[in-house]
């Protein structure tokens, strides 16, 4: 049995670097203190460090992910000292990256009680992010080997597509981690049902993370819908609907924790036992399409 935490993340105005990295830590003593053994905070929580930015900066689209760059590595810092101090496995959420070539990408790292594990570029661009934002796809995906399992991340719109969670599912991934960020209702329900889709048909556990509130001073945070979730194959032995955990609000007004245990020796038994077996039967549909 595992403990993990999920994020319903308030995007909140800190306009110092004191003020933001307080507020990092808090919450993830809070976290802590309850045992949890993951936390996992949502797609662009990182891009809260904007609000350290000019308000005419901050308040510009392109301007504040250029002005973030420098904080970019501090933030890093800060994180993988949270995961050591507290002996967790944090994936602290995305933020948009500069890269070598140029180009802007929404990345997720995945710290642990002994540092960077490394990360996961997201790999299928929403139209805001293609025709506005200019933030370009990732390539290729990691599963990430901890004392807790296999797992791998697929960042918000991601989880609708099913082949890339057969990918990380075909090597090996135990549990899926799903940072999301969505500003309406019908947002937040398709990346809550592709997290459902994707537990039933890998015979996985699913785990979302989403972004809530509003945020005036942001452009690209300003309005955010979302409800933090654990998601795992209905089968004998699972909740029928699938739902093993979700919080109680839709959007609160303030970060809370979903905190959630799931046996992933119970997910593969489900693999191995289950009335269906959707995740070994995957090659045959393919053999029958022809």
Known sequence: MIRLAACQYAIELHETWDAYADHLR????????SGAQLLLLPEYAGLA????????????????????QPLVAPWWALCEGLAKD?????????LPVLDADGRYRNRAW?????????FQDKLMMTRFEREHWNIAAGQGLKVFDTALGRLGILICYDTEFPLLARRLAEQGA??????????????YHRVRIGAQARALENQVAVLQSPTVGLAPWSPALDENIGRAGLYVPPDHGMPSDGVL??????????????????????????????????????????????
């Not at 995945?110 to 490394?118: V, W, Y």
């Open 245 to 290: 955990a979700q919080s109680v609000m839709l959007c609160p007004e303030q970060s809370q924790w979903l905190v959630c245990d799931v046996d992933v020796d119970e997910v593969r038994r489900v693999r191995r036992e289950g009335q269906v077996f959707t995740r070994r039967d995957w090659p045959e549909q393919v053999e029958r399409l022809g």
């Open 174 to 187: 135990d549990l899926l981690l799903a940072p999301s960020c969505t500003d309406t209702e019908a947002g």
């Open 26 to 33: 808090e919450l993830c003593v809070e976290a802590g203190r």
């Open 86 to 94: 507290l002996g967790v496995y944090l994936q602290p959420g995305t």
């Open 110 to 118: 995945l710290f642990g009680p002994s540092g960077a594990l490394g």
């Open 49 to 68: 460090l904007s609000g350290q930015l000019p308000p005419d900066q901050r308040s510009d689209l392109h301007g504040s992910i250029a002005g973030i």
